[in-house]
Protein backbone atom coordinates (compact mmCIF):
# COMPACT_ATOMS: atom_id res chain seq x y z
CA UNK A 1 0.00 0.00 0.00
CA UNK A 2 2.69 2.50 0.86
CA UNK A 3 4.96 1.68 -2.66
CA UNK A 4 4.03 0.58 -6.29
CA UNK A 5 4.34 -2.58 -7.36
CA UNK A 6 8.39 -2.32 -8.60
CA UNK A 7 9.23 -1.43 -4.91
CA UNK A 8 9.62 2.44 -6.01
CA UNK A 9 9.28 5.04 -3.90
CA UNK A 10 5.45 6.34 -5.09
CA UNK A 11 5.49 9.24 -6.93
CA UNK A 12 3.66 11.04 -4.84
CA UNK A 13 5.98 10.52 -2.07
CA UNK A 14 8.76 12.47 -3.96
CA UNK A 15 6.52 15.19 -5.35
CA UNK A 16 7.03 18.30 -3.45
CA UNK A 17 4.91 19.67 -1.42
CA UNK A 18 3.60 20.77 2.41
CA UNK A 19 4.42 19.61 5.39
CA UNK A 20 0.89 18.11 7.07
CA UNK A 21 0.80 14.48 7.15
CA UNK A 22 -2.92 15.30 7.07
CA UNK A 23 -2.88 17.17 3.91
CA UNK A 24 -0.54 14.33 2.24
CA UNK A 25 -2.86 11.37 3.26
CA UNK A 26 -5.85 13.54 2.26
CA UNK A 27 -4.09 13.81 -1.65
CA UNK A 28 -2.40 10.28 -1.52
CA UNK A 29 -4.49 7.81 0.73
CA UNK A 30 -7.57 9.82 1.59
CA UNK A 31 -9.49 6.77 3.07
CA UNK A 32 -7.28 7.06 6.24
CA UNK A 33 -8.61 10.00 6.96
CA UNK A 34 -11.10 9.34 9.81
CA UNK A 35 -13.38 12.46 8.33
CA UNK A 36 -13.71 10.70 4.92
CA UNK A 37 -15.67 7.91 5.34
CA UNK A 38 -19.54 7.87 4.18
CA UNK A 39 -21.20 6.13 7.06
CA UNK A 40 -24.82 4.74 7.15
CA UNK A 41 -27.89 6.68 8.80
CA UNK A 42 -28.73 6.99 12.22
CA UNK A 43 -28.14 8.01 15.47
CA UNK A 44 -24.53 5.90 17.05
CA UNK A 45 -24.02 7.68 20.24
CA UNK A 46 -24.89 4.39 22.36
CA UNK A 47 -23.40 1.87 20.11
CA UNK A 48 -19.66 2.47 20.69
CA UNK A 49 -17.66 3.07 23.92
CA UNK A 50 -17.25 6.63 25.01
CA UNK A 51 -14.80 8.16 26.70
CA UNK A 52 -16.10 10.59 29.78
CA UNK A 53 -14.36 13.28 31.67
CA UNK A 54 -11.20 15.16 31.33
CA UNK A 55 -9.64 17.85 32.89
CA UNK A 56 -6.86 20.73 32.77
CA UNK A 57 -5.31 23.48 35.35
CA UNK A 58 -2.19 25.15 35.04
CA UNK A 59 0.59 25.96 37.15
CA UNK A 60 3.39 28.01 37.59
CA UNK A 61 5.76 26.66 34.66
CA UNK A 62 3.86 24.10 33.63
CA UNK A 63 0.28 22.66 33.00
CA UNK A 64 -1.68 19.26 33.64
CA UNK A 65 -3.97 16.97 32.20
CA UNK A 66 -6.10 14.49 34.44
CA UNK A 67 -8.65 11.83 32.98
CA UNK A 68 -10.71 9.39 34.37
CA UNK A 69 -10.38 5.18 33.43
CA UNK A 70 -14.00 4.79 32.05
CA UNK A 71 -15.54 4.35 28.77
CA UNK A 72 -19.31 3.84 28.78
CA UNK A 73 -21.68 2.64 26.10
CA UNK A 74 -25.26 3.69 26.63
CA UNK A 75 -25.83 2.44 30.19
CA UNK A 76 -23.04 -0.72 29.97
CA UNK A 77 -19.10 0.17 30.95
CA UNK A 78 -16.81 -0.83 27.69
CA UNK A 79 -13.83 -0.44 29.63
CA UNK A 80 -12.55 0.24 33.20
CA UNK A 81 -9.06 0.89 32.31
CA UNK A 82 -9.23 3.55 29.14
CA UNK A 83 -6.49 6.24 28.84
CA UNK A 84 -7.64 9.27 27.39
CA UNK A 85 -4.39 11.07 28.05
CA UNK A 86 -1.77 11.44 25.83
CA UNK A 87 1.35 13.68 24.82
CA UNK A 88 1.01 14.89 21.76
CA UNK A 89 4.45 15.60 21.07
CA UNK A 90 7.65 16.78 23.39
CA UNK A 91 5.85 19.60 24.59
CA UNK A 92 1.93 19.36 24.46
CA UNK A 93 -0.39 16.89 25.72
CA UNK A 94 -3.90 16.08 24.27
CA UNK A 95 -6.89 14.53 25.80
CA UNK A 96 -10.51 13.64 24.32
CA UNK A 97 -13.89 12.87 25.48
CA UNK A 98 -16.41 11.64 23.27
CA UNK A 99 -16.29 8.34 21.09
CA UNK A 100 -13.10 6.70 21.32
CA UNK A 101 -12.52 5.11 18.79
CA UNK A 102 -12.86 8.10 17.07
CA UNK A 103 -10.87 9.84 19.80
CA UNK A 104 -8.10 7.79 20.04
CA UNK A 105 -7.36 7.60 15.90
CA UNK A 106 -7.47 11.44 15.98
CA UNK A 107 -5.12 11.53 18.91
CA UNK A 108 -2.78 8.88 16.71
CA UNK A 109 -3.43 11.42 13.46
CA UNK A 110 -2.79 14.42 15.92
CA UNK A 111 0.47 13.01 17.17
CA UNK A 112 1.83 12.17 13.50
CA UNK A 113 1.36 15.28 12.21
CA UNK A 114 3.35 16.98 14.84
CA UNK A 115 5.73 14.92 14.62
CA UNK A 116 5.97 14.99 10.65
CA UNK A 117 5.85 18.44 10.73
CA UNK A 118 9.03 18.44 13.11
CA UNK A 119 10.81 16.08 10.77
CA UNK A 120 9.95 17.58 7.50
CA UNK A 121 11.11 20.97 8.89
CA UNK A 122 13.39 20.51 11.15
CA UNK A 123 11.46 22.86 13.53
CA UNK A 124 8.55 22.40 16.12
CA UNK A 125 5.25 24.31 15.22
CA UNK A 126 4.39 27.38 17.87
CA UNK A 127 1.88 25.91 20.49
CA UNK A 128 -0.69 28.00 18.79
CA UNK A 129 0.11 26.24 15.72
CA UNK A 130 -0.15 22.92 16.99
CA UNK A 131 -3.63 24.24 18.67
CA UNK A 132 -4.86 25.37 14.91
CA UNK A 133 -4.03 22.20 13.39
CA UNK A 134 -5.80 20.10 15.91
CA UNK A 135 -9.09 22.54 14.99
CA UNK A 136 -8.82 21.29 11.39
CA UNK A 137 -8.58 17.94 12.49
CA UNK A 138 -11.95 18.03 14.29
CA UNK A 139 -13.38 20.20 11.73
CA UNK A 140 -13.23 16.79 9.43
CA UNK A 141 -15.02 14.74 11.92
CA UNK A 142 -17.54 16.46 11.45
CA UNK A 143 -20.12 14.95 9.23
CA UNK A 144 -19.17 11.75 12.15
CA UNK A 145 -20.04 14.41 14.93
CA UNK A 146 -23.75 14.81 13.27
CA UNK A 147 -24.54 11.14 13.81
CA UNK A 148 -23.42 11.45 17.46
CA UNK A 149 -19.81 10.67 17.36
CA UNK A 150 -18.71 13.75 18.67
CA UNK A 151 -15.18 13.89 19.78
CA UNK A 152 -14.35 16.57 21.71
CA UNK A 153 -10.33 16.92 22.58
CA UNK A 154 -9.07 18.98 25.02
CA UNK A 155 -4.81 20.20 24.28
CA UNK A 156 -2.35 21.57 26.67
CA UNK A 157 1.10 22.43 26.21
CA UNK A 158 3.84 23.94 27.40
CA UNK A 159 4.80 27.94 25.62
CA UNK A 160 7.92 28.87 25.47
CA UNK A 161 7.32 32.54 25.18
CA UNK A 162 5.90 32.71 28.00
CA UNK A 163 7.32 30.45 29.95
CA UNK A 164 4.45 28.33 31.07
CA UNK A 165 1.46 26.13 30.67
CA UNK A 166 -1.56 27.03 28.36
CA UNK A 167 -5.23 25.51 27.49
CA UNK A 168 -7.03 24.87 24.33
CA UNK A 169 -10.16 23.68 24.37
CA UNK A 170 -12.57 22.85 20.98
CA UNK A 171 -16.27 22.76 19.95
CA UNK A 172 -17.25 19.70 17.78
CA UNK A 173 -17.08 22.14 14.76
CA UNK A 174 -13.62 22.85 14.97
CA UNK A 175 -13.87 25.98 16.85
CA UNK A 176 -10.71 26.58 19.72
CA UNK A 177 -11.08 28.32 22.32
CA UNK A 178 -8.11 29.19 24.90
CA UNK A 179 -8.60 28.83 28.72
CA UNK A 180 -7.26 30.19 31.61
CA UNK A 181 -6.42 28.74 34.33
CA UNK A 182 -8.57 25.35 33.91
CA UNK A 183 -10.58 23.67 32.18
CA UNK A 184 -12.51 20.21 31.86
CA UNK A 185 -14.63 18.36 28.95
CA UNK A 186 -17.06 15.35 28.73
CA UNK A 187 -20.36 14.28 30.23
CA UNK A 188 -18.46 14.54 34.10
CA UNK A 189 -16.86 18.38 33.07
CA UNK A 190 -19.83 20.49 34.79
CA UNK A 191 -19.47 18.76 38.20
CA UNK A 192 -15.20 18.65 37.30
CA UNK A 193 -15.24 22.47 36.70
CA UNK A 194 -17.03 23.52 40.09
CA UNK A 195 -15.25 21.79 41.78
CA UNK A 196 -11.75 23.30 40.05
CA UNK A 197 -13.27 26.91 40.92
CA UNK A 198 -13.54 26.27 44.40
CA UNK A 199 -10.23 24.37 44.81
CA UNK A 200 -7.69 26.11 42.19
CA UNK A 201 -5.23 28.68 43.08
CA UNK A 202 -3.04 30.04 40.59
CA UNK A 203 0.61 29.37 43.03
CA UNK A 204 -0.39 25.55 43.33
CA UNK A 205 2.74 23.14 42.89
CA UNK A 206 2.88 20.59 41.06
CA UNK A 207 1.68 17.84 43.38
CA UNK A 208 -0.85 20.24 44.95
CA UNK A 209 -2.18 21.14 41.07
CA UNK A 210 -2.61 17.06 40.38
CA UNK A 211 -4.69 16.56 44.12
CA UNK A 212 -6.61 19.17 42.64
CA UNK A 213 -7.18 17.74 39.39
CA UNK A 214 -7.96 14.27 40.86
CA UNK A 215 -10.08 16.15 43.16
CA UNK A 216 -12.63 17.37 40.68
CA UNK A 217 -12.22 13.65 39.08
CA UNK A 218 -13.51 12.51 41.73
CA UNK A 219 -16.40 15.07 42.25
CA UNK A 220 -17.44 14.33 38.83
CA UNK A 221 -17.45 10.38 39.18
CA UNK A 222 -19.72 11.60 42.38
CA UNK A 223 -22.82 13.35 40.13
CA UNK A 224 -22.12 11.78 36.45
CA UNK A 225 -22.78 7.82 35.80
CA UNK A 226 -20.72 7.90 33.02
CA UNK A 227 -17.48 9.19 34.76
CA UNK A 228 -15.74 6.71 36.71
CA UNK A 229 -13.89 7.40 40.25
CA UNK A 230 -10.52 5.90 41.28
CA UNK A 231 -11.58 1.79 41.28
CA UNK A 232 -10.09 1.26 44.59
CA UNK A 233 -10.28 -2.58 44.81
CA UNK A 234 -8.64 -3.08 41.11
CA UNK A 235 -6.50 0.14 41.62
CA UNK A 236 -6.92 1.86 38.22
CA UNK A 237 -6.39 5.45 38.65
CA UNK A 238 -6.56 8.57 36.81
CA UNK A 239 -3.75 9.24 33.66
CA UNK A 240 -2.36 12.43 34.61
CA UNK A 241 0.27 14.13 32.20
CA UNK A 242 2.35 17.23 32.97
CA UNK A 243 3.88 19.49 30.62
CA UNK A 244 6.36 21.90 32.05
CA UNK A 245 9.45 23.15 30.29
CA UNK A 246 11.27 19.59 30.45
CA UNK A 247 8.51 18.09 28.39
CA UNK A 248 5.89 15.32 28.71
CA UNK A 249 5.58 13.60 31.46
CA UNK A 250 3.38 10.97 32.87
CA UNK A 251 2.96 11.01 36.66
CA UNK A 252 3.96 7.29 37.39
CA UNK A 253 1.33 5.03 38.45
CA UNK A 254 2.28 4.98 42.83
CA UNK A 255 2.55 9.17 43.00
CA UNK A 256 -0.80 8.98 41.76
CA UNK A 257 -1.69 6.38 43.97
CA UNK A 258 -0.22 7.85 46.86
CA UNK A 259 -2.45 10.99 46.04
CA UNK A 260 -5.84 9.44 45.29
CA UNK A 261 -5.30 7.23 48.89
CA UNK A 262 -4.62 10.46 51.04
CA UNK A 263 -8.01 12.07 48.55
CA UNK A 264 -9.64 9.23 49.71
CA UNK A 265 -9.02 9.49 53.18
CA UNK A 266 -10.30 12.35 53.37
CA UNK A 267 -13.54 12.07 51.98
CA UNK A 268 -13.78 9.14 54.34
CA UNK A 269 -14.20 11.98 56.99
CA UNK A 270 -16.35 14.39 54.62
CA UNK A 271 -17.36 12.83 51.79
CA UNK A 272 -18.07 15.30 49.62
CA UNK A 273 -14.23 16.35 49.57
CA UNK A 274 -12.73 19.48 51.11
CA UNK A 275 -14.46 22.72 52.04
CA UNK A 276 -13.86 25.57 50.77
CA UNK A 277 -14.84 28.89 52.94
CA UNK A 278 -17.72 30.85 51.87
CA UNK A 279 -15.60 34.23 51.73
CA UNK A 280 -12.30 35.03 50.68
CA UNK B 1 15.55 10.81 -41.62
CA UNK B 2 18.69 10.49 -39.18
CA UNK B 3 19.69 7.31 -37.88
CA UNK B 4 20.45 8.18 -34.08
CA UNK B 5 23.92 6.82 -33.04
CA UNK B 6 24.69 3.62 -31.59
CA UNK B 7 26.05 4.16 -28.02
CA UNK B 8 26.07 0.21 -26.30
CA UNK B 9 24.57 -0.21 -23.02
CA UNK B 10 27.82 -0.69 -21.48
CA UNK B 11 29.23 2.99 -22.65
CA UNK B 12 25.71 4.02 -21.50
CA UNK B 13 25.97 3.09 -18.13
CA UNK B 14 29.69 3.80 -17.74
CA UNK B 15 29.36 7.42 -18.84
CA UNK B 16 25.84 7.56 -16.41
CA UNK B 17 28.15 6.19 -13.49
CA UNK B 18 31.20 8.42 -14.19
CA UNK B 19 28.79 11.46 -13.92
CA UNK B 20 27.04 10.64 -10.66
CA UNK B 21 30.96 9.53 -9.39
CA UNK B 22 32.44 12.76 -10.08
CA UNK B 23 29.12 14.89 -8.38
CA UNK B 24 29.52 13.08 -5.16
CA UNK B 25 33.52 13.00 -4.82
CA UNK B 26 33.15 17.27 -5.56
CA UNK B 27 31.76 17.43 -1.83
CA UNK B 28 32.59 17.07 1.45
CA UNK B 29 32.81 13.42 3.35
CA UNK B 30 29.83 12.26 5.65
CA UNK B 31 30.56 9.54 8.71
CA UNK B 32 28.26 7.04 10.18
CA UNK B 33 30.02 5.45 12.80
CA UNK B 34 28.52 2.82 14.88
CA UNK B 35 30.40 3.21 18.49
CA UNK B 36 28.89 1.20 22.03
CA UNK B 37 25.57 2.81 22.81
CA UNK B 38 24.20 3.59 18.95
CA UNK B 39 25.41 5.27 15.78
CA UNK B 40 27.16 8.12 15.36
CA UNK B 41 26.90 10.50 12.42
CA UNK B 42 29.33 13.23 11.55
CA UNK B 43 29.50 15.70 8.52
CA UNK B 44 31.45 18.07 7.14
CA UNK B 45 29.22 20.85 6.83
CA UNK B 46 28.90 24.61 7.20
CA UNK B 47 25.37 24.84 6.97
CA UNK B 48 23.77 25.22 10.17
CA UNK B 49 20.14 24.92 8.38
CA UNK B 50 20.46 22.65 5.19
CA UNK B 51 21.28 19.08 6.76
CA UNK B 52 23.28 16.08 5.94
CA UNK B 53 21.88 14.10 8.47
CA UNK B 54 18.40 13.70 9.71
CA UNK B 55 15.77 12.17 11.57
CA UNK B 56 13.89 9.49 9.79
CA UNK B 57 11.43 7.58 12.52
CA UNK B 58 11.87 6.78 16.01
CA UNK B 59 15.10 4.13 15.30
CA UNK B 60 15.94 5.59 11.55
CA UNK B 61 18.41 8.09 10.43
CA UNK B 62 19.19 9.08 7.04
CA UNK B 63 22.37 10.61 5.97
CA UNK B 64 23.46 11.70 2.30
CA UNK B 65 25.74 13.37 0.65
CA UNK B 66 25.58 15.17 -3.29
CA UNK B 67 23.25 17.41 -4.66
CA UNK B 68 21.22 18.64 -1.92
CA UNK B 69 17.87 19.09 -3.90
CA UNK B 70 17.78 15.44 -4.64
CA UNK B 71 18.74 13.95 -1.28
CA UNK B 72 16.55 16.49 0.72
CA UNK B 73 13.78 14.97 -1.87
CA UNK B 74 14.85 11.39 -0.65
CA UNK B 75 14.74 12.36 2.72
CA UNK B 76 11.16 13.55 2.51
CA UNK B 77 9.79 10.94 0.85
CA UNK B 78 11.77 8.54 3.63
CA UNK B 79 9.76 10.67 6.01
CA UNK B 80 6.45 10.55 4.44
CA UNK B 81 7.10 6.74 4.21
CA UNK B 82 8.17 5.70 7.56
CA UNK B 83 5.05 7.97 8.81
CA UNK B 84 2.34 6.66 6.65
CA UNK B 85 3.73 3.19 7.75
CA UNK B 86 3.58 3.69 11.07
CA UNK B 87 0.17 5.37 11.05
CA UNK B 88 -1.29 2.34 9.08
CA UNK B 89 0.31 -0.47 11.13
CA UNK B 90 2.36 0.40 14.13
CA UNK B 91 5.39 1.97 14.93
CA UNK B 92 7.23 -1.20 15.60
CA UNK B 93 6.35 -2.12 11.70
CA UNK B 94 8.63 0.66 10.32
CA UNK B 95 12.31 -1.16 9.28
CA UNK B 96 15.08 0.59 8.30
CA UNK B 97 15.18 -2.46 5.46
CA UNK B 98 11.99 -1.63 4.47
CA UNK B 99 13.08 2.29 3.19
CA UNK B 100 16.22 0.96 2.26
CA UNK B 101 14.75 -1.08 -0.41
CA UNK B 102 12.24 1.42 -1.25
CA UNK B 103 14.97 4.21 -1.72
CA UNK B 104 17.46 1.04 -3.84
CA UNK B 105 14.45 0.73 -6.03
CA UNK B 106 13.80 3.91 -6.77
CA UNK B 107 17.58 4.70 -7.28
CA UNK B 108 18.03 2.05 -9.53
CA UNK B 109 15.12 3.01 -11.89
CA UNK B 110 15.92 6.55 -12.23
CA UNK B 111 19.63 5.06 -12.72
CA UNK B 112 19.09 2.93 -15.50
CA UNK B 113 15.86 5.17 -17.43
CA UNK B 114 17.09 6.80 -20.32
CA UNK B 115 15.07 9.95 -19.70
CA UNK B 116 15.98 10.82 -16.07
CA UNK B 117 19.45 12.11 -14.86
CA UNK B 118 20.57 10.11 -12.43
CA UNK B 119 20.94 10.98 -8.87
CA UNK B 120 24.01 12.61 -7.93
CA UNK B 121 23.77 11.26 -4.19
CA UNK B 122 25.06 8.57 -2.11
CA UNK B 123 22.48 7.63 1.59
CA UNK B 124 22.47 5.85 4.44
CA UNK B 125 19.93 4.25 5.87
CA UNK B 126 21.04 3.67 9.59
CA UNK B 127 18.40 2.09 12.60
CA UNK B 128 19.71 1.37 15.87
CA UNK B 129 19.01 -1.63 17.78
CA UNK B 130 18.56 -3.16 20.89
CA UNK B 131 22.16 -4.24 20.90
CA UNK B 132 25.26 -3.11 18.93
CA UNK B 133 24.52 -6.81 17.23
CA UNK B 134 20.99 -5.22 16.18
CA UNK B 135 22.43 -2.19 14.70
CA UNK B 136 21.82 -1.64 10.43
CA UNK B 137 23.35 0.66 7.95
CA UNK B 138 22.73 0.06 4.57
CA UNK B 139 24.70 2.47 1.95
CA UNK B 140 22.87 3.01 -1.18
CA UNK B 141 24.83 4.39 -3.92
CA UNK B 142 23.97 6.32 -7.20
CA UNK B 143 22.51 3.47 -9.17
CA UNK B 144 20.77 1.48 -6.38
CA UNK B 145 23.33 -0.52 -5.59
CA UNK B 146 23.01 -1.60 -1.62
CA UNK B 147 25.47 -2.65 0.70
CA UNK B 148 24.59 -3.65 4.58
CA UNK B 149 27.59 -2.10 6.33
CA UNK B 150 29.11 -3.03 9.41
CA UNK B 151 31.44 -0.25 11.67
CA UNK B 152 31.52 2.72 10.09
CA UNK B 153 30.36 3.74 6.25
CA UNK B 154 32.11 6.66 4.28
CA UNK B 155 30.76 8.50 1.70
CA UNK B 156 31.15 11.66 -0.38
CA UNK B 157 34.40 13.65 -1.17
CA UNK B 158 37.74 11.66 -0.62
CA UNK B 159 35.56 8.63 0.75
CA UNK B 160 38.23 6.07 0.07
CA UNK B 161 41.20 8.02 1.99
CA UNK B 162 38.70 9.03 5.14
CA UNK B 163 37.18 5.39 5.24
CA UNK B 164 40.91 4.01 5.69
CA UNK B 165 42.16 6.35 8.33
CA UNK B 166 39.13 5.30 10.25
CA UNK B 167 39.39 1.57 9.60
CA UNK B 168 43.80 1.79 10.98
CA UNK B 169 41.70 3.15 13.78
CA UNK B 170 38.56 2.21 15.00
CA UNK B 171 37.51 -0.76 17.11
CA UNK B 172 34.63 -2.02 18.25
CA UNK B 173 32.55 -0.72 21.07
CA UNK B 174 34.09 2.43 20.72
CA UNK B 175 33.02 5.12 23.01
CA UNK B 176 30.76 8.50 21.90
CA UNK B 177 33.59 10.50 22.88
CA UNK B 178 36.41 8.36 21.24
CA UNK B 179 34.17 7.40 18.41
CA UNK B 180 33.61 11.51 17.67
CA UNK B 181 36.89 12.09 17.79
CA UNK B 182 37.83 9.59 15.38
CA UNK B 183 35.35 10.65 13.03
CA UNK B 184 36.73 14.21 13.38
CA UNK B 185 40.07 13.46 12.95
CA UNK B 186 39.15 11.16 9.98
CA UNK B 187 37.53 14.22 8.41
CA UNK B 188 40.41 16.26 8.43
CA UNK B 189 42.55 13.47 7.11
CA UNK B 190 41.01 13.64 3.50
CA UNK B 191 44.03 15.14 1.23
CA UNK B 192 47.97 15.65 2.00
CA UNK B 193 47.00 18.56 4.42
CA UNK B 194 45.63 17.23 7.54
CA UNK B 195 43.07 19.72 8.50
CA UNK B 196 41.39 20.13 12.39
CA UNK B 197 37.64 20.86 11.86
CA UNK B 198 36.33 23.25 14.14
CA UNK B 199 32.70 22.26 15.66
CA UNK B 200 31.35 24.94 13.34
CA UNK B 201 32.42 23.19 10.38
CA UNK B 202 30.20 20.20 11.74
CA UNK B 203 26.95 18.17 11.55
CA UNK B 204 26.41 15.70 14.16
CA UNK B 205 24.12 13.63 15.23
CA UNK B 206 23.34 10.20 17.19
CA UNK B 207 21.18 7.23 17.20
CA UNK B 208 21.11 6.56 20.95
CA UNK B 209 19.74 3.35 22.15
CA UNK B 210 20.05 4.66 25.75
CA UNK B 211 17.45 7.65 25.84
CA UNK B 212 14.11 6.84 27.04
CA UNK B 213 12.65 8.72 24.43
CA UNK B 214 10.80 6.66 21.88
CA UNK B 215 12.75 8.79 19.07
CA UNK B 216 16.06 7.84 20.06
CA UNK B 217 17.69 10.60 17.45
CA UNK B 218 19.44 13.22 18.54
CA UNK B 219 21.56 16.06 17.29
CA UNK B 220 24.51 17.42 19.03
CA UNK B 221 24.95 21.39 19.51
CA UNK B 222 27.78 23.11 18.78
CA UNK B 223 28.70 23.91 22.38
CA UNK B 224 28.21 20.35 23.40
CA UNK B 225 30.50 18.99 20.39
CA UNK B 226 32.92 21.72 21.48
CA UNK B 227 32.83 20.83 24.93
CA UNK B 228 33.18 16.85 24.03
CA UNK B 229 36.31 17.68 21.30
CA UNK B 230 37.67 19.88 23.94
CA UNK B 231 38.25 16.88 26.12
CA UNK B 232 40.52 15.04 23.55
CA UNK B 233 42.98 16.53 21.48
CA UNK B 234 43.53 15.35 17.54
CA UNK B 235 45.41 12.51 17.31
CA UNK B 236 49.07 12.93 16.45
CA UNK B 237 51.38 10.81 14.33
CA UNK B 238 51.65 6.98 15.22
CA UNK B 239 55.33 7.67 16.13
CA UNK B 240 55.04 9.44 19.16
CA UNK B 241 53.41 7.24 21.19
CA UNK B 242 55.83 4.67 22.83
CA UNK B 243 53.10 3.04 25.31
CA UNK B 244 51.28 0.58 23.03
CA UNK B 245 48.30 -0.73 25.04
CA UNK B 246 46.32 -2.18 22.94
CA UNK B 247 43.27 -3.20 25.11
CA UNK B 248 41.71 0.24 25.59
CA UNK B 249 39.27 1.73 22.66
CA UNK B 250 39.41 5.14 22.56
CA UNK B 251 42.70 6.52 23.91
CA UNK B 252 44.30 6.25 20.53
CA UNK B 253 42.95 9.71 20.67
CA UNK B 254 42.71 11.08 23.83
CA UNK B 255 45.49 10.25 25.33
CA UNK B 256 47.91 12.97 24.55
CA UNK B 257 48.06 15.93 26.61
CA UNK B 258 45.88 19.25 25.41
CA UNK B 259 48.27 21.42 23.86
CA UNK B 260 51.32 20.26 22.54
CA UNK B 261 50.34 19.19 19.26
CA UNK B 262 50.27 21.67 16.90
CA UNK B 263 47.20 22.29 15.43
CA UNK B 264 46.99 23.25 11.71
CA UNK B 265 44.50 26.00 11.12
CA UNK B 266 41.97 25.01 9.41
CA UNK B 267 42.30 25.06 5.61
CA UNK B 268 39.25 27.45 4.83
CA UNK B 269 37.32 29.36 7.31
CA UNK B 270 34.63 30.61 5.41
CA UNK B 271 31.87 31.42 7.50
CA UNK B 272 28.43 29.69 6.47
CA UNK B 273 25.43 28.57 4.13
CA UNK B 274 26.80 27.32 0.53
CA UNK B 275 27.24 28.39 -1.94
CA UNK B 276 30.13 29.97 -0.49
CA UNK B 277 30.90 31.84 -3.42
CA UNK B 278 28.67 32.34 -6.50
CA UNK B 279 30.76 30.34 -8.61
CA UNK B 280 30.81 26.93 -6.18
CA UNK B 281 27.86 25.23 -7.08
CA UNK B 282 29.46 22.30 -5.53
CA UNK B 283 27.40 19.39 -3.80
CA UNK B 284 26.80 19.31 0.16
Redesign the interface.
Known amino acids: MTSDASGRLPEAFLTPGGSSFMDFLAGHAPDLLPGRRSLGQGDLSSEVPHGTTIVAATFPGGVMMAGDRRATMGNIIAQRDIEKVFPADEYSAVAFAGSAGFGIEMVRLFQVELEHYEKLEGATLSLDGKANRLSALIRGNLPMAMQGLTVVPLFAGYDEDIKGGRIFSYDPTGGRYEETHFYSVGSGSLFARGALKKLYREDLSETDCATVAIQSLIDAADDDSATGGPDMLRRIFPVVGVVTADGYRRLPEDEVAALVDAAWAQRHERPDGPAATSLT | MSVPFYVSPEQLMRDRADFARKGIAKGRSAIALQYADGILFVAENRSP?L?KV???YDRMAFAAVGRYNEFE??R??G???A??????YDRRDVTGRALA???A??LG?IFSSGGEKPLEVEILVAEVGVGVADDQIYRLTYDGSIADVRGYAVMGGAADTVAEYIGEHYTEGISLAGALRLAVDALGHDGTEVRELTPDQLEVAVLDRTRT?V?KFKRISEETLARILSESSPAVDEKSDADTSADSDADDSSESAAGDTPVAPPVDDAPIAPPEDPDDDRPL
Open positions: AHAEINLIAVRLDMRGYSNAYQTAQR
